[in-house]
Nanobody, 123 residues
Framework: QVQLVESGGGLVQAGASLRLSCVGS????????MGWFRQAPGKEREFVAA????????YYADSVKGRFTISRESAKNTVYLQMNSLKPEDTAVYYC????????????????WGQGTQVTVSS
């Protein structure tokens, strides 16, 4: 069974940092673009970051550029999201995703999803 499992979320104050992890199991995600998305209450799921399968290219939403960093360790089937200088507006459930067919920034093209991890940033 193919699974993506996120971890690392929590409750932090504004300005703090968190590192999210997403571990894949059931098969290798080595050749897949991997993405991070987030969804706040009452809002649509939105793109946060993505990384190419060889990690030579990374992509970020404007709202997180310069604060978040996506990386991957293919040998561990793991992708990370380092989040610095967190803001209250970063509060959301964060999801990792794999196997996109199409634009990396659209959640509708990803075929594999984790269950999400909650990130709450207090002011």
């Amino acid at each position: 069974q193919v699974q993506l499992v996120e971890s690392g979320g929590g409750l932090v104050q504004a300005g703090a940092s968190l590192r999210l992890s997403c571990v894949g199991s059931g098969r290798s995600f080595r050749s897949s673009v991997m993405g991070w998305f987030r969804q706040a209450p009452g809002k649509e799921r939105e793109f946060v970051a993505a990384i190419s399968w060889r990690a030579e290219n990374t992509y970020y939403a404007d709202s997180v550029k310069g604060r978040f960093t996506i990386s991957r360790e293919s040998a561990k089937n793991t992708v990370y999201l380092q989040m610095n200088s967190l803001k209250p507006e970063d509060t959301a459930v964060y999801y990792c995703a794999a196997d996109p067919v199409g634009s990396y920034s659209s959640p509708t093209v990803y075929h594999s999803w984790g269950q999400g991890t909650q990130v709450t940033v207090s002011s």
